[in-house]
């Protein structure tokens, strides 16, 4: 099962400010944070993740950096091989509760997906992993860390994540969003190997970062070395527990623009198909952060129009008749799968073909932000979700079936920079 070993990481050194070289991972930066955070300082890990410039000549100036940040020490590898902890704290959005979640930061032996030990949960597009796959080539290494989660239902991954931070810190400091990092050193041979064998007998499902695995696979099969020692062979993860009551995730809105002016005129007249439709208040936009998405046999969700808010309620057999036949069980009990046969393509003609490539749909973890776009008038609507389960996405992976895109947000998204590695 999942393979786990130590590593030399690649860090910052001491005497920089990690606050002003960490970020989130590329995939989450708009251009705009993207600016600022080059602004900071030239250091920042965004400049290696998300070079500047165009074509391919972007790659080879993170490779550039990357080296030239090694040569002045700013880089610097650590002398022994370990395996590391991170801990954050963060408040949690919509309750306001402070929570911490821990991470083992590791390399993983790759392996295709139908070996069953590493598990998607989603789709993947050809764009990102092109951009990955000449980013790990020019760079040889992984910059950015990739999030996994594993069943531990003794608790004992947990517990060893737990004790580390016991020990001193090598790193610890606050970021954006209330945020505060710390991480330390596993280097005890007896604690290696007990995490080592904990994970050994377990799958691990991927949370965040599907994209970075299969360009990684994909490097390791173009080098010949799947399933060997090669550096390439294994992935930079960091992976938390089940039982860690830190984990939390987020759900993402979806807006949508272009409707056709009958569609605008019978929007109410085919929802009403399926859902019972009653107007709220604004008191309601808290309802997605507090409420658990994907209940048995009930689906409700906030709808945003131009002219108000809208709850958005049905169950059992009005569900039921707007899943196409031959859904799976697992899938069909997401509210997002929901979303999508029940509103997006009886009322506005986006179908599961669609979602990955159409111009009419966005997507934002902000309901306010959602709000603001409908009534200034750049949306036709928005569809306000509930959170998603952790179980929901594990019983899709185990029954090998994948999410709609943008089902998950697992908050907060793991800090680039903090730790690296190359091969």
Known sequence: MAEIRPFPAL???PDV?????TCPPYDVLSPQERALLFLRSPYATAHLILPEGEGDGRYARAASLLKDLRTQGILRLD???ALYVTRTAFVEPGTGDRKQRFGLVCLLRLHEYADRVVLPHERTLTGPKEDRLKLIRATEGNL???MLVAEDEDRALQSALTGATRTEAIASFDSDDN???TLYRISDPAVVAAVTENLADKEVFIADGHHRYETSLA???ERGVLGTDAPEAFLLVTISSLADPGLVVLPTHRLVRFAAPEQRERLRQTLERYFTVTPVGEEALQEPLRTTADARGEFSLLMVLPDGLYRLRTEGAALQAGLPDGTPPSVGRLDVTRLLHLILKPAFGIGPDDV???DRLAYTRGAEEAVAKVRGGEFDAAFLLSRPTVEGMLD??????VMPQKSTFFYPKLLSGLVMRVF
């Open 11 to 13: 860090r910052y050194a």
């Open 17 to 21: 400010a990690l606050d002003s070289v």
């Open 79 to 81: 002398p022994e091989p």
């Open 144 to 146: 950015e860390s990739i």
């Open 179 to 181: 945020q505060h990092h």
């Open 219 to 221: 490097v390791a099969k």
């Open 356 to 358: 990955a490539t159409t």
């Open 396 to 401: 899709v992976s185990r029954a090998d079936e």
